[in-house]
């Protein structure tokens, strides 16, 4: 099974790398459902994105999956363009525009999951366009095993005349509307959602108000429009039974260390299941390690018959982890591995602190705070204002972040 990493920045890329990850999706422009919540990259970065990502061996899928209206018509076909020169393994897309004019000049098409792809003649329409199809993500996995067996029974063949590959959500942020077409943010705030533009009005506590006696109530004391963050990897045994071929994860606006702990969990987990050691112990470590980065809370998606989502508790972050900005790596020493930083915050670091480097060709760095020197004299923590140095296993650029890493939740 291919997994698949969201990419939003060159950390986010080298993080994707370093967890194992088989392909990276991301973004350019305004013509992707990230547009306004992710760091996307411009045409000027496709060459080197798919330099970086050939030398590591991965495929790069370029996301064009926006409505696209007739006055950007020039500009879609100008990504397409440089996404095909650039040597882009696919583009990613919705809108029929797209995806009979990447037909045309020869690239590869992946349907997104906005076109809602829930049944098998949706299937057999959409392959005389494109290899791969993102399932709608409310679909149980009996039906996903389903439309598999059909396509394999039917030899429904893509372009490049291999049978059509599913493709499925594993890990992350949900929508609380079918395949994320959701009209709430346009509705409030003229900011559509379908443009990429989503401003996560669904992610907000509510009041029902009686409009007659103005009394207030906060319904349930949750977040009911917020769906806690899919996880599947407890069940990814039946995942990958249902003859799904590619695991996509979630997060282009999400960090690097985000990208590296789930892509890396993923694919511990996919080579345990073809080796025979996908097992209960395994599974509650690869949920410890994925509490400890961004999440809403965790919720097995529909994949197993829910017919309505559930709903997160508080808002923002429930990772058992937290990342304190500390300083900017100033200076490596190559030959000795030192780095040299200056606390620039309010905070302090000491022996036996876990900490977390992330750079643009560093990816994440994280490691246990062994020795500190300040003025070359060993000392027990250094403060706000201190230049100190320290040894690390990897070499660090200048210019990488450091940040201390505070448990805030013991367990998951």
């Given at each position: 099974m291919e997994i698949m990493s969201p990419v939003g920045s060159y950390e986010g890329l080298m993080a994707a790398i370093q967890g194992g990850a088989d392909s990276v999706y991301f973004g350019v422009g305004e013509l992707n459902m990230r547009s306004r919540s992710a760091n996307n990259f411009n045409l000027d970065?496709?060459?080197?994105?798919?330099?970086?990502?050939?030398?590591h061996g991965l495929r790069t899928y370029l996301t064009v999956n926006t409505i696209v209206y007739n006055q950007e018509l020039e500009e879609m076909r100008a990504i397409v363009d440089a996404a095909k020169q650039a040597g882009i393994s696919a583009v990613i897309?919705?809108?029929?525009?797209?995806?009979?004019?990447?037909?045309?000049?020869?690239?590869?098409?992946?349907?997104?999951?906005?076109?809602?792809?829930?049944?098998?003649?949706?299937?057999?329409?959409?392959?005389?366009?494109?290899?791969?199809?993102?399932?709608?993500r409310e679909l149980p996995l009996r039906q996903v095993a389903e439309i598999t067996q059909y396509i394999k029974d039917n030899d429904i063949c893509g372009p490049k005349g291999?049978?059509?590959?599913?493709?499925?959500?594993?890990?992350?942020?949900?929508?609380?509307s079918v395949?994320?077409?959701?009209?709430?943010?346009?509705?409030?705030?003229?900011?559509?959602?379908?443009?990429?533009?989503?401003?996560?009005?669904?992610?907000?506590?509510?009041?029902?108000?009686?409009?007659?006696?103005?009394?207030?109530?906060?319904?349930?004391?949750?977040?009911?429009?917020?769906?806690?963050?899919?996880?599947?990897?407890?069940?990814?045994?039946?995942?990958?039974?249902?003859?799904?071929?590619?695991?996509?994860?979630?997060?282009?606006?999400?960090?690097?260390?985000?990208?590296?702990?789930v892509t890396e969990c993923y694919k511990e987990a996919i080579g345990a299941i073809e080796g025979g050691s996908y097992s209960p112990e395994k599974i509650a470590d690869w949920n410890k390690r994925l509490a400890t980065v961004y999440n809403r809370g965790f919720w097995d998606g529909y994949y197993l018959g829910r017919k309505m989502g559930e709903w997160t508790e508080r808002y923002g972050s429930q990772a058992t982890e937290t990342k304190v900005f500390l300083g900017i790596v100033s200076n490596y020493f190559y030959r000795i591995n030192v780095a040299e930083v200056r606390l620039q915050t309010a905070n302090s670091i000491a022996v036996g602190d876990r900490y977390m480097v992330t750079g643009q060709t560093t990816g994440v760095y994280t490691d246990?705070?062994?020795?500190?020197?300040?003025?070359?004299?060993?000392?027990?923590?250094?403060?706000?204002?201190?230049?100190?140095?320290?040894?690390?296993?990897q070499p660090l650029r200048r210019g990488d972040k450091l940040y201390k890493i505070v448990r805030t939740i013991d367990e998951y």
């Amino acid at each position: 099974m291919e997994i698949m990493s969201p990419v939003g920045s060159y950390e986010g890329l080298m993080a994707a790398i370093q967890g194992g990850a088989d392909s990276v999706y991301f973004g350019v422009g305004e013509l992707n459902m990230r547009s306004r919540s992710a760091n996307n990259f411009n045409l000027d970065d496709l060459v080197k994105i798919a330099d970086i990502a050939r030398q590591h061996g991965l495929r790069t899928y370029l996301t064009v999956n926006t409505i696209v209206y007739n006055q950007e018509l020039e500009e879609m076909r100008a990504i397409v363009d440089a996404a095909k020169q650039a040597g882009i393994s696919a583009v990613i897309a919705s809108d029929m525009a797209v995806i009979t004019y990447a037909n045309s000049i020869g690239m590869e098409v992946h349907i997104s999951t906005q076109c809602s792809v829930s049944n098998v003649e949706a299937v057999r329409f959409y392959a005389q366009f494109a290899d791969v199809m993102v399932l709608a993500r409310e679909l149980p996995l009996r039906q996903v095993a389903e439309i598999t067996q059909y396509i394999k029974d039917n030899d429904i063949c893509g372009p490049k005349g291999e049978l059509v590959e599913i493709e499925v959500f594993g890990h992350g942020a949900l929508c609380m509307s079918v395949s994320g077409k959701c009209y709430l943010s346009l509705d409030n705030y003229n900011y559509s959602a379908n443009r990429g533009q989503c401003l996560q009005l669904c992610r907000r506590q509510y009041l029902v108000k009686d409009v007659e006696s103005d009394t207030e109530l906060v319904v349930d004391g949750q977040y009911i429009m917020s769906p806690k963050d899919l996880k599947t990897i407890d069940f990814l045994d039946k995942i990958v039974h249902a003859g799904v071929k590619v695991l996509k994860i979630e997060g282009r606006g999400r960090s690097a260390d985000y990208v590296r702990v789930v892509t890396e969990c993923y694919k511990e987990a996919i080579g345990a299941i073809e080796g025979g050691s996908y097992s209960p112990e395994k599974i509650a470590d690869w949920n410890k390690r994925l509490a400890t980065v961004y999440n809403r809370g965790f919720w097995d998606g529909y994949y197993l018959g829910r017919k309505m989502g559930e709903w997160t508790e508080r808002y923002g972050s429930q990772a058992t982890e937290t990342k304190v900005f500390l300083g900017i790596v100033s200076n490596y020493f190559y030959r000795i591995n030192v780095a040299e930083v200056r606390l620039q915050t309010a905070n302090s670091i000491a022996v036996g602190d876990r900490y977390m480097v992330t750079g643009q060709t560093t990816g994440v760095y994280t490691d246990t705070m062994k020795e500190i020197r300040v003025d070359l004299k060993s000392v027990p923590k250094a403060d706000q204002g201190d230049a100190f140095s320290f040894k690390t296993e990897q070499p660090l650029r200048r210019g990488d972040k450091l940040y201390k890493i505070v448990r805030t939740i013991d367990e998951y």
